[in-house]
């Protein structure tokens, strides 16, 4: 190995872990998707990397805190021609904010599996309140938690210039999850 | 001279210019960089295929119950064999190539939603390796179908400048029928 990689490799290292957050996912079990419409067809994505460090006790589900930080360029758009388009600046941008990044502010139990969850999402250094419900299983001392919500693509600049045509890819994104909990920790 | 019925004669040139002009939008999409113009381009490539296949599919019933006119008695056997082969195979072709583009379409993980409105259901799950192949497969169509149809056009004119039948004339909506030769 020559130096100069050497030092590329413990400076990415290092960001890495700047970033990285104590995880307590199954990420086998774990998956971040989201459904765009191009030309009005449906088409899935998903975020094959992620952080997020959740915390659940079913006794007192209003103390729930969740916070996921979503690496932006494992991105699969389902195209390899999108997954590079996607991550230039009218898109992500992704080499000025490499990730996206959701803080949860308040959770509110709404029955007995179902939590009302109210939080920041931030992609490209915009950030806005989402409000959506959640549904969750508690099994073995792991949680399983699902639900989705649309966020509105322009809001984030997501697609700007001649992508802001929404007859095109439409403003709506459904982005879904399903977070699994690695038990006893 | 015996036409063609003027259904029959609508149907042949509305999809003989739809048809070429989607093969050239396929090749000029193809080599397209990403944009929302190019996005618009596939849908219209794929909306415009579906059309064809159901023109085609209606002129097949429509050939049913409408025979076309007889080739002049003067054609020889060999002649009348290349030509059944030929219009069986574009036939074939033309309803082939958009059930290729389809299941391409399908594998790729892109429904295809005729207009933007209904949707066409996916026979295929989304396959990476399957839709490579499936676009091998309409592309190669599209080049066999292309050769048909230069073969078609240059047998059509032959007919009408070497050969000074009705064959062409049958099937054009305008000409008047050339008088026999004494």
Request: no cysteine; charged share 20%; net charge positive.
């Amino acid at each position: 190995m020559n130096p100069k990689s050497g030092i590329a490799i413990a400076a990415s290292l290092l960001a890495l872990h700047a970033s990285a957050m104590a995880d307590n996912v199954d990420h086998a079990r774990s998956q971040i998707s989201f459904v765009s419409k191009q030309m009005n067809v449906p088409v899935d994505g998903q975020f094959a990397r992620f952080t997020a460090q959740v915390t659940y006790d079913p006794r007192k589900p209003a103390a729930s805190k969740a916070e996921i930080e979503v690496e932006l360029a494992s991105v699969e758009t389902g195209s390899s021609e999108a997954n590079i388009e996607v991550a230039k600046k009218t898109w992500f941008n992704i080499a000025a904010f490499p990730s996206a990044r959701f803080v949860s502010s308040s959770v509110r139990a709404l029955s007995q599996d179902k939590l009302e969850v109210k939080g920041n999402l931030s992609i490209k250094g915009i950030s806005r309140e989402v409000t959506f419900p959640v549904t969750v299983k508690t099994a073995g001392g792991s949680s399983t938690f699902e639900g989705a919500f649309p966020i509105l693509r322009l809001q984030y600049r997501i697609g700007e210039g001649a992508w802001s045509d929404t007859d095109t890819v439409a403003d709506e994104v459904q982005v879904r999850f399903r977070i699994v909990t690695t038990g006893n920790k | 001279m015996q036409r063609y019925t003027r259904v029959a004669i609508g149907l042949h040139w509305i999809i003989a210019l739809t048809l070429l002009g989607t093969i050239a939008l396929g090749v000029y999409m193809h080599d397209m960089p990403v944009s929302p113009t190019k996005l618009k381009l596939y849908s219209y490539h794929k909306w415009i295929g579906v059309t064809i296949f159901v023109l085609v599919l209606f002129r097949l019933l429509w050939r049913l119950g409408h025979r076309p006119p007889p080739a002049p008695p003067s054609m020889p056997l060999w002649q009348h064999r290349a030509a059944a082969a030929t219009h069986g195979a574009l036939y074939a072709l033309t309803l082939a190539i958009p059930v290729s583009g389809w299941l391409m379409s399908s594998a790729s993980g892109f429904q295809v939603v005729y207009l933007g409105i209904l949707p066409i259901p996916d026979l295929l799950a989304k396959d990476k390796a399957l839709a490579d192949q499936l676009k091998d497969a309409h592309q190669f169509l599209n080049m066999l179908l292309f050769a048909l149809v230069v073969l078609h056009v240059a047998a059509a004119l032959k007919h009408h400048l070497m050969d000074r039948d009705d064959v062409l004339a049958r099937m054009l909506p305008l000409v008047k029928p050339r008088r026999k030769k004494p």
